[in-house]
């Protein structure tokens, strides 16, 4: 019930195109769900998060879907740039604990 | 804001010996620190849970005595691997929670010889 499923594991996608990754989670008691984005070798880079009281959230090109009922949530890249080539990892939070249960990360490629 | 660093950024050690890093909240005050470990290509796989001024919360398989973790101040928590072996070796990061996010570090790359 700690699971968090990401997927895809590895995506390429082209210059303008929208890079789209999906998470799902299980635990109803999660109210935290942020994306991280992490390049070869640093640490993970907070993207942007949504609270589970809102469906969307947009900041600049990167969108949050959340869906509460399926338990799901989606980070949307549109207009991808190879510099967005990194790995993207979603986590989920009960926000009283700080603890992040993260997903398994994908590996976005962006073409030029 | 919300800035977290570590030191050092790389180290090599000869298996045996024993390797601290540091990890600080620059800018704010963490009661909560989080350790990690990550393996290439891999999630980021929490390792203990450090709070100021008590003992370490380790998760299930993390040997305590091998990664001692301290959380002397606010804005210092430190883990030190013990008698480090070369399956020891990978990419440490921490993170400081404020305001149930956290914030992570740039990661520290350890290679046991």
Redesign the interface.
Known sequence: QQQVKQSPQSLIVQKGGISIINCAYENTAFD?F?W?QQFP??????LI?IRPDVSEKKEGRFTISFNKSAKQFSLHIMDSQPGDSATY?CAA?N??T???I????T?LKVLA | GAVVSQHPSRVICKSGTSVKIECRSLDFQATTMFWYRQFPKKSLMLMATSNEGSKATYEQGVEKDKFLINHASLTLSTLTVTSAHPEDSSFYICSAGERGEQFFGPGTRLTVL
């Open positions: 935290y942020p991280y070798g640093k640490g993970p880079a907070l998060a990892f939070s926000s009283g700080y603890k992040y993260f997903g398994t990360g590996r």
